[in-house]
């Protein structure tokens, strides 16, 4: 009889401890795999002395990062991420992004044969050598896994409490798309699983750019159909940069909650629009307002738009993406908000005299280069 | 020499007459347009004694219905429909829907050889023998004219303040759209041409319906990611519908600001989801909320839902409609805003294993019918 397959979870914050519920639930309804499910959690000891592990493991909740929502029994806290990944088929990967090399490093080698790895971390990662990469390849090249993606419109406290919501799962194979069904949709978490990971990716990574420029124009009080504008030219963006930089991408792929839902809640909700939006009213810096309103943690958008920025320039890009580049020159000080408008008046999802005429057209790009 | 082409505005409301200051400067730069542009007024008397076509005519101003906006001189108010149609090679339809039959009458056989219209009106018609089609199709119906029709995410005083936003526009032809492109677009109206007339009009039909979704979800205080899941549900359904009822409907257009631009701005705004969103919250009917909020004018949302239902439920539909069946049962009371998310959870959209199976599947659909 085939062994049973085992998955593993890599970091235990709040949502990977909402994850866990879930896939902890699933794995019970499979008979191919193995209840256990290990936890990797970076050891803490808590204000009470005990040890972040043994209270997961002996309460079944993890009272630091995910406080009120109980954990399923089959789902193991392990202080050791070696111990915890060392036997898994499947990894799941929900660490915070600045943690994923060091992390990762015990691992290298040590993996199972075949496993599959499936990240939620959304961003790009900026190599050492300069330029940027997708979550999933850093992790293929640290440890010679495929790696699939979840990202969608959900919120760690809301999928805890098992509020409805849709996310994607971006796949490689037939296979990997109905195990990864399995292990983690259930009657509140609704999953499409397309054969396109790396939109999906791009996705999670972009609309944080685009957020703020939805908060640049609600802190301009410029109404709603400039902001729908705003974020529909994002859209847009968003797209050309899939068609340009990774070959296959599909269009349908922004229709899935990944795509438009999640860039729709993180434009009309979310930190990046919140504080772009007092970038604008209070006139202070985006690093002044970091250190105000989210403790000295960095926004993930102003980073990404300067990331994606270096991209564009190095490729003579940057007239064809006019409001990535209008949302990160106002992120960095270079131009003021009042005037992103003006930087879109040309866009040119508008030059062609129709859609059709609307493709990777570098020539038309370079005539319009003088609206920068 | 070639006759100078003439454009004629048929509604002077408020989009009509925001429309006529954008159309009215851009003939003025055509040299194939003649640069009178008439704009059928439905003739009143003025609190003053005045006519209010001798005031748009001396005054250049629609005192009534878009006050503090001066009209180009080139724009001249006819009381006579006849008269402001006779003569023109491009009609714009932007007055009430339920004025459109009436108002027609007086044109037919009447109009120029070659004529075409262009419909700014949203929503679908109610055929008296039972049944919907879009406004265009009426108008088609009525006066035997090609028409094209204008959607967006767009408000009148918006536009008429001249504020950036998009708008998409609907052809049949190349030369429509070269001929609309220049006719509408301005710096801050930017227009986007698809040769998809019919989706562009369905989206602007269709939007309300999800819009009434949105506001039951605000009003049982749900959260983002579920509001992000039942607006993305209802693109997925608006493009099922399109894909079922009008052949040849391009999954692109709902891309256009027709599309998602104006589906979130009105999920998001407008009087659909803030009276459904009072339904919840009041218990009230939505007549009587109609009665209270709206000086008793109908909403289109739940009409919309009635008649796109009937259609359904005539072709064995409803099952492969959950949200669009769901809000319909919810307007006419026939269950609580608190099962809509129930309707949803077994939703077409995540059956199938994977995204590429999600397809006309009626067999799928008859499985599920139970769910209903």
């Known amino acids: ?145 495929d790696v699939c993606c979840l990202m969608g419109a959900n919120l760690a406290h809301e999928v805890a409490a098992e509020k409805f919501c849709e996310t994607t799962i971006g796949v490689h194979t037939d296979e990997q798309s109905l195990i990864f069904k399995d292990l983690f949709q259930t009657d509140f978490f609704r999953v499409t699983t397309v054969r396109d990971a790396k939109t999906v990716e791009v996705c999670g990574a972009l609309k944080n750019i685009v957020a703020c420029g939805a908060g640049f124009v609600d802190g301009l009080g410029y109404g709603d159909n400039t902001k729908a504008a705003v974020i529909r030219l994002g859209l847009m963006e968003m797209i050309k940069f899939a068609e340009y930089f990774y070959a296959g991408a ?72 006019p409001l990535f580049t209008a949302i990160h020159r106002i992120c960095v000080q270079e131009i003021s908000p009042s005037e992103m408008i003006e930087c879109i008046r040309m866009h040119p999802e508008h030059l062609a005299f129709d859609r059709r005429r609307v493709s990777i057209e570098r020539d038309v790009v370079n005539q319009y280069a003088s609206c920068l």
Chains 1, 2 share one sequence.
């Open 1 to 145: 009889m085939a062994e049973k397959k085992k998955i593993a979870i890599i970091g235990s914050g709040n949502w990977g401890s909402a994850i866990a519920r879930i896939v902890g639930a699933n794995v019970r309804t499979m008979s191919m795999m193995d209840e256990e499910v290990k936890l990797w959690v970076f050891e803490e000891i808590l204000p009470d002395g005990r040890k972040l592990t043994e209270v997961i493991n002996t309460e079944h909740e993890n009272v630091k990062y995910l406080k009120g929502y109980s954990l399923p029994h089959n789902v193991v806290a392990v202080p050791d991420i070696l111990e915890s990944a060392k036997d898994a088929d499947y990894l799941v990967f929900v660490l915070p992004h600045q943690f994923l090399r060091s992390s990762c490093q015990p691992l290298r080698g040590k993996l199972k044969q075949g496993a599959v790895g499936i990240s939620l971390i959304k961003g790009f990662d900026l190599k050492p050598e300069g330029g940027i990469q997708l979550i999933s390849e850093l992790i293929n090249s640290l440890l010679g896994i």
């Open 250 to 321: 599909k269009f349908s792929t922004f229709f899935e909650s990944c795509g438009i839902a999640d860039l729709v809640t993180t434009c009309y909700g979310g930190r990046n629009r919140r504080v772009s939006e007092a970038v604008v009213k209070s006139g202070k810096s985006i690093k002044q307002l970091e250190a105000e309103m989210l403790d000295g943690q960095r926004l993930q958008g102003p980073e990404t738009a300067h990331e994606v920025n270096a991209l564009l320039k190095a490729e003579g890009l940057e007239a064809r993406f």
